[in-house]
């Protein structure tokens, strides 16, 4: 597979120094063995997350100093709104702090307890502000996703005939709001169809429930569309995502991704005569700060403007979603499994097929990622049983649909060679994964987010 060039030349460079392998494990041990604990001076590819690490470019970095820093009623405010308008077709946006403070102005907006929310796929944080508003979240995934080894596309869509059965079964009064993930990042990344938004859309208006649209990495999933959905061959990036987003009642995103910030989020309103735009406006307040700069600086939201342009660039898209594919090529050659295809921020490495004799109990993701650490100084995360944690009413540990590793791709941050170095660790471990006998477990965690905390040990 070709690597598709990079569209941007560096004008800004960071140096990265590589630790030795005894460094590292120290390092790890030192850190419980949770690679949120470690400093990002020793880490070398840090593959942690893509979100607020993205690059950001030579017109945002402009578009900083302009910022109007004003208390209420910034300029920097209306030309975000005017970006927005004009992306997403929306009269009123609500800037953020970052995508979890949209989530906690909005959920106990539609939730309380007894009430559901059910979901393609609940990022964590998501899930968590359902739970903390007194809600329970219900994860309503496509069968198809949950085999990572099988190719099919839109592997992140609504299993739509589920939706309509856990309706019915909850009562629609109880289900108090539906959220579409795009792109599907819980279950790799992986995109959801046009139409499976609008016949989500379709269910959403029979039984009156809100819809919305947790838009983390819209354009990454509007270019899956462009490309695989037939009907949108011919359509442009920006008429897919307003499509896209005229189905939904409301959005929150995190601009830490698609944004190309390394902060800032946004929540939306489709309807501006919306009783809940009053409500919306007094948890900012309350929570983020005045409704026209949201815990943001005038400059974050200048950046954040220009971010959203190029993010919707086909060229940059090419160029994205052609870096991971280039990655995924790379262990396809090498017999390695994660889930495929390939999703648009990252590659979900299947740790159940890399340590099938590992149990969920011993958190197989977590181990991968903590060998490609000491392998190569790589940073990943667990997204799988270990990041899922316990049952808020049993308190006893929940076993997760997928075991992944994630390997998050930062924007714009790391080149070709960066990728090979990537490759290379996971064949090496690939070759050595049968001496890895036993997991980790926990020694101490938190209630809520756990895995962000959570103190771990060897099993000897
Ligand atoms: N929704 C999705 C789909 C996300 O992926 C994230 C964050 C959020 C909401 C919350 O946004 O971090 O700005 O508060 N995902 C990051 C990740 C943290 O690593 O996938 P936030």
């Known amino acids: 597979m070709k690597y598709i060039p990079e569209p941007f030349k560096i004008k800004s460079v960071e140096p990265l ?6 460094e590292r494990e120290q390092k790890i041990m030192d850190a419980g063995y949770n690679l949120f604990g470690l400093s990002s001076k020793d880490v070398y590819i840090d593959l942690l997350t893509d979100s607020g690490t993205g690059a950001m470019s030579a017109q945002q970095w402009g578009a900083v100093m302009v910022g109007d820093e004003s208390y209420a009623g910034a300029s920097s405010f209306y030309k975000l709104r005017d970006t927005c308008k004009d992306i997403f077709g929306y009269g009123y946006v609500q800037p953020v702090h970052q995508g979890r403070a949209g989530e906690k102005v909005l959920m ?35 069968p198809a ?15 739509t005939a589920r939706l309509v059965e856990i309706i019915k079964e909850k009562g629609a009064a109880n289900v108090g709001v539906i959220v579409m993930t795009v792109t599907n990042n ?52 920006l008429e897919i995502v ?36 009053q409500k919306i406006k007094a948890n900012t307040i309350s929570y983020e700060g005045f409704y026209t ?14 971010g959203l342009y190029e993010a919707i660039d086909e060229n940059y898209l090419r160029y994205r979603i052609g870096q991971v594919e280039y990655l ?23 740790a159940a097929d890399m340590f099938p004799h590992i149990p969920y109990t011993e958190y197989p993701a977590q181990v991968l990622a903590l060998e490609l650490y000491k392998e190569a100084g790589i940073r990943a995360c667990d997204i ?25 791709i930062p924007r714009r941050v790391y080149t070709q060679a960066h990728m090979d170095v990537v490759a290379d660790a996971l064949i090496n471990i690939k070759a050595r994964a049968g001496e890895i006998k036993r997991g980790y477990k926990i020694l101490w965690e938190p209630d809520v987010l756990r895995h962000f905390q959570a103190q771990l040990e060897p099993i000897k």
């Open 186 to 237: 819980s279950a790799g990344g992986v995109p959801v169809s046009m139409a499976n938004i609008r016949e989500t859309a379709d269910i959403c208006r029979q039984y009156k429930i809100p819809y919305m649209l947790d838009a983390a990495r819209f354009a990454e999933n509007a270019f899956f569309i462009k490309r695989e959905e037939s009907g949108y061959e011919d359509k442009s990036i």
């Open 108 to 142: 106990p907006i539609f939730l309380s307890p007894g009430k559901y929310s059910i979901s393609n796929m609940f990022f964590d944080t998501t899930r968590a502000h359902v739970e903390l508003a007194g809600g329970r979240a219900i994860d309503c995934v496509n």
């Open 293 to 306: 700069y949201g815990g943001l600086s005038g400059r974050d939201l200048e950046a954040l403007s220009v």
């Open 17 to 22: 120094k590589v630790l030795t392998r005894s």
């Open 328 to 350: 995924a090529a790379r262990l396809d050659s090498a017999g390695i499994a994660y889930q495929s295809p390939v999703g648009g921020h990252g590659v979900f490495l299947d």
């Open 384 to 408: 799988g049983s270990y990041m899922l944690g316990n049952d808020p009413d049993t308190g006893k540990q929940l076993q997760s649909e997928f075991e992944f590793t994630r390997l998050a």
């Open 145 to 159: 996703a949950r085999n990572p080894r099988t190719r099919a596309s839109f592997k992140g869509n609504m299993d």
């Open 242 to 277: 307003r499509e896209m987003f005229s189905y939904v009642d409301v959005f929150a995103m995190s601009c830490k991704k698609d944004g190309i910030v390394n902060i800032g989020g946004l929540v939306g309103v489709r309807d501006t005569n919306s009783n809940i735009i």
